[in-house]
Every structure is written in structure tokens, then in C-alpha cells.
């Protein structure tokens, strides 16, 4: 079978998206399935990678016709080219522009789409984004989020039930990742008695950083440090707060780090810390933390409960329910009560990861709907943290968490993975678009289901 990603961040590097492509391809490959790319990206060029054939990042270049009319019909076009040189056999549309040059595609040339959104959907009702996101999921032939919160959730915000053609599956993680020679980090230096914590992402408000360091802040008394691997926009904001917390020597923003450097920041750190404030659909930086055995401190926004603990049957009702529960805490009896929750859809029940409940991490509840009340939940943020920081080489707690971590690891292989994208790529070819249950308002959709 000839699958052709069609991908809006592939060209960005390193991200977790163009990540995810490369493994997702290459255990494809692995399934005996010929796999191509296509990416949306500022410039033209081809690029080696793990499919069959090099990836064609190519540049919108229709100068009179306006970027949200015209892209989609740019990108349908090179699909075609693609398509007469190789028969494709189903597109794998990743974000929502690519979704709408799919069904371009497939409108002219018959070729079914899975829609494989990378993201919540925030925007309001009205939005020209949150149109099109209906429209897609409408008329995608299957539908892959990148966990089953984040599946419920798309739905929800749309106001629908989640139909037979839609699954969520988390990415895989590798721990083979994590060997090979490390490469100290030289604005580090490691401390006896002083615990190294790590965070990995983007320098994003959303990404809950510059809360950690509030928090860090009410427990400069314990020895600690902290590194935060990543760049972008908030790097001015961070180092601000930083200066203004008194936290100078003690947080090190070293840029993006890779290689032996991260692998060595991985092996010395006491424990991986990460704070989002906003719906994690999947977390690739706690799948590493998983792959690195490393325990886990962080917010219960979204995905992240299921990403790091599981749930015993992936697929069922029942596995379902626990994973719901684990999602939202306190709030699950509420919305069954409202008639809110819905069992797996008929594809999920064909994806089946049996899984024990993996006790790998520390979770904060969050408060606030949508818009997270950052000083309510600082008390509790704290709290755990300190209890990580103090003598962590003695807790009994965090070893088995991270024994639990590398356990967890190993039960999201990317085989796993490409292996159920290939279930819902089946239920594409074989079915026609599923009529959608818009049965409740998108008002009242949940922020942290």
C-alpha cells in the first residue's frame, strides 16, 4: 500500500512532528507499506528521509491568489503530480490544511484521506479554522488523534460523539534513543546532594515553564537546579523571570539541545518536570522522559494522564471509562451524570493495547476552565515539588516510578502505533465518510476532558 503523508511542520527542525513522521514512516516501512511525504513549508526543496522516496517540501508560489484560497488547491496539485508518477492509495492529512488539500484531492481523483489533526482545537465557534475542522471531520474518511483524550475532546468541541471512523493513538517512544556516548552540557555541573531536573519544550507560555519557576521560587532554601531545553518565543519572558525570582546559577535555558547532550542531560537528572497549561494532545517530551526511566512531575491538562499512565484496555468501553477517568479526576461522575460520556467508537474497539496502569509520574489538578487560575494551582505545585526534590536518591516512590517509566516505555512501540494508523487507514479505504452525531452544544465541551 502507497501511503503519502502530507504534513504542515515536517520542515521544521528538530520538532516533535518531524519526529514523529521519520518513526511512524519507517515502522511502516517495517509493515511492508511504501510510504511518501509531502510538506508544507516556507521553501522548495527535496529532502533524504526515511520513506521511499524523498520528502518534497515545497513553497506556496501562486502569488495572485490569496494563501487560504489558494493553498489547498496548490498542494492538491503536487498531490496529483505524486499521484501519477505512484499511485497513491490514501493520504494521511497531519493539521488541518493539509486536511483541506486532501479532500481537494480526493474530490478530483477519488483517493480516501485520514484526518490526523496535531492539535487542540481552541479556536471559538465561528472561527474560519474551527469551520474548516468541521468540515474536515465531516468529511474525512477516518479520523487518528493523537490520543483518545484528545479524540473525545476534538469531538466534544464540536459538539458531536465520537463516530465509528475515529480513533485516538498515542505516538511510540524508542529507550534505544537514550544509549550511546553523552557529552556533559557546559553550563551545567552536576553537585552531589543537588538534583538536576529537566525540562525539554518549546519556550512557550502555554508550555507552563515560567510557572514551574514561581514555584521554584517558594523552594530556593532546597538544592536544586534546573535546566529547560528548548527555544522560542518566551525566552525573553523566562530570563526575566529568572532574574526576578532570584533564580540566577540556578536555571539554565541552554537553547535546543541534542545528541549526546541531551542524552546526558537525560541520565543525570533526578527527575523531568513540565507544566502545560493548555490541552495536551499527546506530549512527546514525556514520552522520552518514559524512554529515559526518568519520573515525571506535571499538569493534568489533557492527554498527559493517559500518555504516562495508561489504562488497562485501550479500545473497550471499559478501558475507555478508566482512561476518562484518569483524564478528568473528579469531574468523570459529573459528565456521566450530564450524558456527556461516550464509549469507544467501532474502530477503536478494533485497536486493542492491553496495558497494566503504569504509575510513572506526579500529576497537579489544574483549576480553571479554559483559562488556568495559575496562582490556585501553585500551592500544590510546590508541595510536589519539594517532596521530589528532597532526597530523591531514598524516595522508594520516584525508583519505582521510573522502574514504572521504562515499563511504560516499552509498551508504546511505534510498531504499536503505525499499527493502528494502518486499522484506521483500512477503515478509510474501505468506508465512505461516517455521518457524525452532532448531538450536544460545543458550548459546554469540556477544556480538560
Known amino acids: 500500500m502507497h501511503i503519502c503523508f502530507l504534513s504542515e511542520h515536517f520542515h521544521k527542525s528538530p520538532s516533535g512532528p518531524r519526529k514523529a513522521c521519520v518513526e511512524l514512516a519507517e515502522a511502516m516501512l517495517e509493515l ?7 510538506g508544507i513549508a516556507p521553501k522548495t526543496e527535496d529532502q533524504p528521509w526515511t520513506g521511499s522516496r524523498p520528502a518534497r517540501l515545497r513553497r ?26 505512484e499511485e497513491i492509495d490514501v493520504v494521511l492529512a497531519m493539521g488541518l490544511e493539509a486536511g483541506a488539500a486532501a479532500l481537494r484531492f480526493r474530490a478530483k481523483h477519488g483517493v480516501p484521506f485520514v484526518l490526523n489533526p496535531r492539535s487542540y482545537l481552541a479556536e471559538p465557534i465561528g472561527h474560519p479554522k474551527y469551520k474548516l475542522a468541521k468540515k474536515l471531520t465531516e468529511q474525512c474518511n477516518a479520523f487518528v488523534a493523537l490520543s483518545n483524550s484528545a479524540c473525545i475532546a476534538w469531538y466534544w468541541r464540536l459538539g458531536a460523539s465520537v463516530p465509528e471512523n475515529a480513533i485516538g493513538v498515542l505516538n511510540g517512544c524508542d529507550p534505544r534513543e537514550h544509549e550511546g556516548e553523552v557529552e556533559p552540557l557546559p553550563e551545567v555541573r552536576l553537585q552531589q546532594g543537588v538534583p538536576l531536573l529537566l525540562s525539554v519544550g518549546m519556550l512557550r507560555r502555554p508550555k507552563g515553564h515560567h510557572v514551574v519557576l514561581r514555584a521554584l521560587a517558594e523552594l530556593r532554601s532546597k538544592p536544586w537546579q534546573l535546566v529547560i531545553a528548548g527555544e522560542g518565543p518566551a525566552r525573553a519572558e523566562l530570563e526575566s523571570d529568572i532574574v526576578r525570582h532570584g533564580l540566577v546559577g540556578r536555571v539554565h535555558l541552554p537553547g535546543i539541545v541534542e545528541g549526546p547532550r541531551l542524552r546526558w542531560l537525560y541520565r543525570n537528572a533526578s527527575f523531568f518536570v513540565l507544566f502545560p497549561l493548555y490541552f495536551e494532545v499527546c506530549g512527546n517530551a514525556f514520552l522520552e ?9 506535571t499538569s493534568e491538562a489533557g492527554a498527559t494522564k493517559e500518555v504516562l499512565y495508561g489504562n488497562p484496555s485501550h479500545g473497550d468501553e471499559n478501558g475507555l471509562t478508566n482512561e476518562l477517568k484518569a483524564a478528568l479526576g473528579e469531574g468523570f461522575q459529573e459528565l456521566r451524570e450530564r450524558g456527556l460520556y461516550q464509549p469507544a467508537s467501532a474502530l477503536a474497539t478494533q485497536v486493542r493495547f492491553d496495558q497494566p496502569f503504569r504509575n510513572t509520574a506526579e500529576c497537579v489538578r489544574m483549576n480553571g476552565l479554559p483559562d488556568v487560575d495559575e496562582t490556585a494551582v501553585l500551592g500544590d505545585l510546590v508541595e510536589a515539588l519539594g517532596d521530589m526534590i528532597d532526597d530523591p536518591a531514598s524516595n522508594s516512590l520516584m525508583a519505582h516510578q521510573a522502574d514504572e517509566a521504562r515499563l511504560r516505555a516499552r509498551e508504546l512501540s511505534w510498531e504499536k502505533c503505525a499499527r493502528a494508523y494502518m486499522a484506521a487507514i483500512k477503515h478509510a479505504i474501505e468506508n465512505k465518510p461516517a455521518s457524525i452525531r452532532f448531538d450536544r452544544s460545543p458550548l459546554i465541551a469540556a477544556w480538560s476532558v
Not at 495572485?64 to 501519477?84: D, N, S, W, Y
Not at 522522559?289 to 512531575?297: E, S
Open 32 to 38: 511492508g507499506h511504501r510510504v511518501s511525504l509531502i
Open 60 to 85: 506556496y508560489t501562486w502569488k495572485l491568489i490569496p494563501v487560504k484560497i489558494g493553498r489547498p488547491r496548490f498542494f492538491a496539485r503536487e498531490l496529483a503530480t505524486l499521484h501519477k508518477e
Open 289 to 297: 522522559a518514559l524512554a529515559a526511566g526518568l519520573p515525571v512531575l
